[in-house]
């Protein structure tokens, strides 16, 4: 069974969602007084394990999906919001002396919705890597949401003669 590169991202995202909820609302304690730290470490670990292996492969994907001309700035601007979420992370582990489940409930939530999100990109297993904006414009109509996609589209016919292409 081959798939492409949205199904993975999409499961390793959703798991590391859903091990941070399940995280958040395991409690240090049961009644009898079992301790249940090593099920909150095993959870948050998978979690972690998860939104590692999903950003392996973004970072494939990233230079997959950006077309030659503008790929460095792509790649560039992809690792600018992935430094300024690791940026941000310490001061939301800072809410835990506050509310000590939300931490895990926002990192579960900004892992879950990217899941959806993803399904948004063209799989680009098996086709040749886009050389202008306009090919990577052509692959995005080519898919189911083409209607929503031209809604969305801001691109100009003259936008490949300004980048020089």
């Known amino acids: 069974m081959s798939f492409g590169r949205r199904v993975p991202i999409c499961t390793f995202f959703?798991?590391?969602?859903?091990?941070?909820?399940?995280?958040?609302?395991?409690?240090?304690?049961?009644?009898?007084?079992?301790?249940?730290?090593?099920?909150?470490?095993?959870?948050?670990?998978?979690?972690?394990?998860?939104?590692?292996?999903?950003?392996?492969?973004?970072?494939?994907?990233?230079?997959?999906?950006?077309?030659?001309?503008?790929?460095?700035?792509?790649?560039?601007?992809?690792?600018?919001?992935?430094?300024?979420?690791?940026?941000?992370?310490?001061?939301?582990?800072?809410?835990?002396?506050?509310?000590?489940?939300?931490?895990?409930i926002i990192y579960g939530t900004v892992a879950l919705f990217p899941s959806l999100l993803v399904f948004l990109l063209p799989e680009m297993k098996g086709r040749p890597q886009p050389q202008t904006i306009a090919e990577l414009n052509q692959i995005f109509k080519e898919k189911k949401f083409a209607k929503r996609w031209k809604q969305l589209s801001t691109t100009d016919e003259n936008f490949d003669q300004e980048l020089g292409s």
């Not at 609302?25 to 009644?31: E, Y």
């Not at 079992?34 to 959870?43: G, M, S």
């Open 14 to 104: 959703a798991l590391a969602g859903v091990a941070c909820y399940v995280t958040a609302f395991i409690p240090k304690t049961t009644d009898n007084g079992v301790h249940l730290t090593a099920a909150i470490v095993a959870t948050a670990m998978l979690g972690k394990y998860a939104i590692t292996a999903s950003y392996q492969i973004i970072c494939l994907c990233a230079a997959e999906i950006f077309p030659t001309v503008v790929r460095n700035k792509g790649i560039a601007f992809v690792a600018i919001a992935a430094r300024m979420g690791a940026m941000i992370a310490p001061f939301v582990n800072l809410l835990e002396d506050y509310m000590p489940k939300v931490p895990m």
